[in-house]
T-cell receptor
């Protein structure tokens, strides 16, 4: 079974530029998450999708971050304009769920962003 | 609000030593799930175990064992006879039961414990 795919693996940009990350979850997983992991910290949830609807985006900085999950499969996370503090690894995860029962999250390898 | 505390930032042991990673959690829910994930240098988080709040039985899987104590809100992880390949950052995480039918609940992670196993 293929795992969660993410691209690009690495990205270096100047501050105020824009960047986009792509995620393809495990086939059949209805729930998709984007986490931000700053060096030395635990992952922090940015946004959670159930199919193509947003379940939780309370910690997404909406003035600069946006995410979409068209057709309930792939997802894109965009940052525009980027700030120095956005330097982090952006992790995508997916899980199955049935009636509120949470399956374990499967993570991709992450996209490492460096903002100069 | 949910919170997970991993007080040990970094632990170094010599191969074959046993090591315990501590995890303390806070939640107001009576139904919740606890997880441990391993993050090797490659960066991908690897699922190790999941427990639900109604099952306090300890679990053993090979060299790994987990001790869940609801009375102290702890979910500690022990590696017996550690090996160099165990070197990684280990995260404890908490998830409350989905509030809406058909929706999964997010994971709240601790800050992680870096385990270094040397020869």
């Amino acid at each position: 079974e293929a795992g969660v795919a993410q691209s690009p693996r690495y990205k270096i940009i100047e501050k105020r530029q824009s960047v986009a990350f792509w995620c393809n979850p495990i086939s059949g997983h209805a729930t998709l998450y984007w986490y931000q992991q700053i060096l030395g910290q635990g992952p922090k949830l940015l946004i959670q999708f159930q199919n193509n609807g947003v379940v939780d985006d309370s910690q997404l900085p909406k003035d600069r971050f946006s995410a979409e999950r068209l057709k309930g499969v792939d997802s894109t996370l965009k940052i525009q304009p980027a700030k120095l503090e956005d330097s982090a690894v952006y992790l995508c995860a997916s899980s199955w769920n049935r009636g509120g029962y949470t399956g374990e999250l499967f993570f991709g390898e992450g996209s490492r962003l460096t903002v100069l | 609000a949910q919170k997970v505390t991993q007080a040990q930032t970094e632990i170094s042991v010599v191969e074959k030593e046993d090591v315990t990673l501590d995890c303390v959690y806070e939640t107001r829910d009576t139904t919740y799930y606890l997880f441990w994930y391993k993050q090797p240098p490659s960066g991908e988080l690897v699922f190790l175990i999941r427990r639900n709040s109604f099952d306090e039985q300890n679990e053993i899987s090979g060299r790994y064992s987990w001790n869940f104590q609801k009375s102290t809100s702890s979910f500690n992880f022990t590696i017996t006879a550690s090996q160099v390949v165990d070197s990684a950052v280990y995260f404890c995480a908490l998830s409350e039961a989905g509030k809406k039918t058909g929706t999964a609940s997010k994971l709240t992670f601790g800050t992680g414990t870096r385990l270094q196993v040397t020869l």
